[in-house]
């Protein structure tokens, strides 16, 4: 009881968000000052350690500027502490549901890091050379510009499109394509869960259940 106590959402919230950012930054860092740009490594016979690099959102998808992209992400984050920390405080929600918006804000978080200081102390050089660290303000790129590291590629199954197909003829087909990252997994696995799981707890979910309440006593 005491251990339980102990534990509260807010610090479950806060142990999750700490150890996805720690895990996805120590990863990022070795394979940025391990592997020169575009190196791969068979772990797996249907997974690879490759680094790549990008600009856009989770899987190397691209939406807007790299300003925009970082500043987005940054106003995301901001609303997922408050509203974390209001559902905390609240007491009123399972622990599964905490631990799913930790994981979401926390992933997000992650690939911010880059963003905003990748750039900084980090230099981007040409393959055959790996990256290294540099005096802050020397990087690569300007500040919120950074680019997001991605390492983790899982190429389950390719195949060649018979010549007699329209357009496709000739030209393979390989599943899953893109590379991601540690947080973009967590977003992934969060986004999941709460999808199947926990959408029931979300405010429009709550509005809506309230208004089913409220009906129902009236009558």
């Not at 150890?19 to 930054?25: G, Y």
């Not at 680094?51 to 995301?76: H, P």
């Not at 303000?137 to 510009?145: H, L």
């Amino acid at each position: 009881m005491e251990d339980r106590k102990f534990l509260t959402q807010g610090r479950l919230a806060l142990l999750v968000a700490v150890l996805v950012i720690i895990v996805d930054q120590i990863v990022k860092i070795w394979v940025k000052t391990s592997f020169y740009l575009g190196e791969s490594v068979d772990i797996l016979p249907f997974f690879e350690l490759r680094f790549v690099q990008n600009n856009g959102m989770a899987f190397g998808f691209e939406l807007g500027s790299k300003l925009f992209l970082s500043l987005f992400r940054i106003v995301v984050v901001g609303l997922l502490i408050w509203y974390l920390v209001r559902i905390c405080r609240s007491r009123k929600y399972p622990d599964g549901y905490i631990v799913t918006l930790a994981l979401i804000a926390a992933g997000a978080a992650g690939n911010i890091i880059d963003c905003i200081f990748y750039g900084q102390f980090f230099n981007n050089p040409m393959p055959p050379f790996v990256a290294d660290f540099v005096p802050w303000g020397e990087g690569y790129a300007p500040i919120f510009r950074g680019l997001v590291v991605d390492m983790l590629y899982f190429p389950l199954f390719s195949f060649t499109w018979p010549e007699w197909m329209p357009w496709l003829g000739g030209s393979e087909f390989s599943f899953f394509d893109p590379v991601f990252n540690i947080a973009d997994s967590a977003i992934t696995v969060g986004m999941a869960l709460l999808i199947f799981f926990y959408n029931k707890y979300l405010p429009l979910g709550d509005d809506k259940k309230d208004s089913a309440d409220n009906q129902s006593a009236d009558e």
